[in-house]
């Protein structure tokens, strides 16, 4: 094996990160917005979840609304859905050309095309709409940065979770060995994705001498409305960061089994089931002045713990 000079890399990590827009819970309140999130992997915007007033939310973040091409709704509640015709009304006045993709339960078309049909009438561009089937864990959308599947949640009505996790990067190819070995540009994007290399004099250079491994995948796991589902962990192994309601507190377990909610100590139980690296918890009962009953009781089960609130940005 050829022993190169070290030389030091600047490993750039590709942007994957989680803008909260609102996390409140179905009463509106001064402290918190509706349902909604940004998911920004490599320049690609997804919004997950749109309560009403998310357009205004967006531009307070600065997030054109060009740059969503994807919504993924969870279940047709009002406070994870009622800001999509408003949303869609303003891309149409904006002057917005290319095809809006929408993910949601089996019945949203049959909701929101009349909506559209009579308020959105003329638009330029084509709503399509995508049902997921949320009885199963599925992929509904690929691209060549990200697959996502839908998380069976169980609530009152039909509802998922969506899981976003990134496909790998192929890795760098060293230099010196590229001019070690005089390796062609024609063989450079063949070493990438995983092929040797074999000399003049018929030598062949394995791929892992030739390569510098980029960072492992991420995964973000996105658990809205929902009781406590601990056969959900299998699904949702070692994800990087787990969104998951917490709306109730210990207290109030009994209302909380009844409205098909889940406390703060039931979101961190999955988490530690699920070993996930992160908890972020959200969607709040606006009964809570202060969420920290919320967050102490999830750390006393999964440490690693914090809240969500508007304009929150987790980086992965």
């Given amino acids: 094996m050829t022993v190169f000079t070290p030389i030091i890399y ?7 990160e989680v803008t909260i827009l609102g996390c409140g819970s179905a009463l509106p309140t001064l402290r918190h917005n509706g349902s909604a999130q940004i998911v920004n992997i490599r320049e690609k915007y997804f919004l997950v979840d749109c309560a009403e007033g998310t357009q205004v939310h967006l531009r307070s973040n600065h997030i054109h609304l060009s740059r969503m091409n994807t919504i993924f709704i969870s279940h047709l509640h009002g406070d994870h859905c009622f800001g999509l015709p408003g949303l869609i009304s ?3 006045l904006l002057g917005r050309t290319a095809p809006l993709h929408i ?20 638009m330029e561009f084509e709503v399509v709409f995508h049902p997921v089937d949320t009885h199963q864990f599925l992929p509904v959308y690929e691209d060549r940065s990200v697959t996502v599947y839908s998380i069976p949640l169980k609530h009152r009505i039909r509802c998922c979770g969506y899981l976003f996790k990134e496909k790998p990067l192929l890795p760098h190819i060293r230099r010196e060995a590229i ?25 062949v250079v394995p791929h892992s001498e030739l390569v510098i491994q980029r960072e492992p995948p991420r995964s973000y796991a996105y658990c809205s409305d929902t009781m406590f589902k601990p056969e959900n962990a299998e699904l949702l192994h070692g994800v990087n960061l787990l969104y998951h309601e917490a709306t109730f507190a210990d207290a109030e377990e009994k209302l909380c089994a009844r409205v098909f909610h889940s406390t703060a100590r039931q979101a961190a139980q999955m988490a530690q089931l699920s070993h996930a690296q992160r908890l972020v918890i959200g969607h709040f009962s606006s009964r809570y002045e202060d969420e920290n009953i919320l967050l102490k009781e999830a750390q006393s089960v999964f440490p690693n713990t914090i809240l969500a609130h508007e304009k929150m940005t987790i980086t992965l």
């Fill in 10 to 16: 600047i490993r750039a990590v590709e942007k994957f």
């Fill in 179 to 203: 001019e070690h070995y005089q390796i062609p540009v024609s063989q450079i994007n063949n070493i990438k994705a995983g092929a040797d290399f074999v000399t003049n004099e018929g030598v």
């Fill in 103 to 122: 993910y949601g339960p089996e019945d949203i078309e049959g909701v929101f095309r009349p909506l559209l049909d009579y308020f959105c009438n003329g």
């Fill in 90 to 92: 303003t891309q149409g």
